[in-house]
T-cell receptor
Framework: GNSVTQMEGPVTLSEEAFLTINCTYT??????LFWYVQYPGEGLQLLLK?????DKGSNKGFEATYRKETTSFHLEKGSVQVSDSAVYFC????????????FGRGTSLIVHP | DARVTQTPRHKVTEMGQEVTMRCQPI?????VFWYRQTMMQGLELLAY????????DSGMPKDRFSAEMPDATLATLKIQPSEPRDSAVYFC?????????????FGEGSRLTVL
């Protein structure tokens, strides 16, 4: 079956530091890949996505590149802010079948001033 | 601004009581998902509907949980009887069935505490 593996958190950074959150996946077909963000007390919301190999998704200074050869979709940001503190979920949706998303466990990010 | 609406936002109840959570998906969305979020298990899929038909409820404890979509504007998740281990945040999400590239839109969740 499909699976998504994310690095364990929490990730603790100082403001303006560089962020990487690793995500690798296992899928039988050609999935679309997503990063969702969950702010405290809220539901998940889409941060960015990529639908085919070598695509780069970007939003709010965050980027992730769909790497088929390494089955990865790492999230990066060059300079984090306190307001980026949240839980980040990597997810995939398979290209065939029911399209049920598979989510990773989530990685908590804490940014200190 | 279209959004998924969930009620109640918070619910405290005693073991053995019935709990019903409601979700209004975004107008025009024809897929609805129910998820449960806990620290230990993360996000667990409980049920999935497409065009109001249940397609997957394999993650749902059938003896006490039930999920329905009486119409396109309402999805319900019921727990009867509730147990302390059901304490969690329950999320509803909706989307379009346009294939694998579509995003899900999540509600703000219903936080359930069973004493």
């Amino acid at each position: 079956g499909n699976s998504v593996t994310q690095m364990e958190g929490p990730v603790t950074l100082s403001e303006e530091a560089f962020l990487t959150i690793n995500c690798t996946y296992t899928a039988t077909g050609y999935p679309s890949l997503f990063w969702y963000v969950q702010y405290p007390g809220e539901g998940l919301q889409l941060l960015l996505k990529a639908t085919k190999a070598d695509d780069k998704g970007s939003n709010k200074g965050f980027e992730a590149t769909y790497r088929k050869e390494t089955t990865s979709f790492h999230l990066e940001k060059g300079s984090v802010q306190v307001s980026d503190s949240a839980v980040y979920f990597c997810a995939l949706r398979e290209s065939g079948g029911s399209y049920i998303p598979t989510f990773g466990r989530g990685t908590s990010l804490i940014v200190h001033p | 601004d279209a959004r998924v609406t969930q009620t109640p936002r918070h619910k405290v109840t005693e073991m053995g009581q019935e709990v019903t959570m409601r979700c209004q998906p975004i107008l025009g969305h024809n897929t609805v998902f129910w998820y449960r979020q806990t620290m230990m298990q993360g996000l667990e899929l409980l049920a999935y509907f497409r065009n109001r038909a249940p397609l997957d409820d394999s993650g749902m404890p059938k003896d006490r949980f039930s999920a329905e979509m009486p119409d396109a504007t309402l999805a319900t998740l019921k727990i009867q009887p509730s147990e302390p281990r059901d304490s969690a945040v329950y999320f509803c999400a909706s989307g379009t069935s346009g294939g694998p590239t579509g995003e899900l839109f999540f509600g703000e969740g219903s936080r359930l505490t069973v004493l």
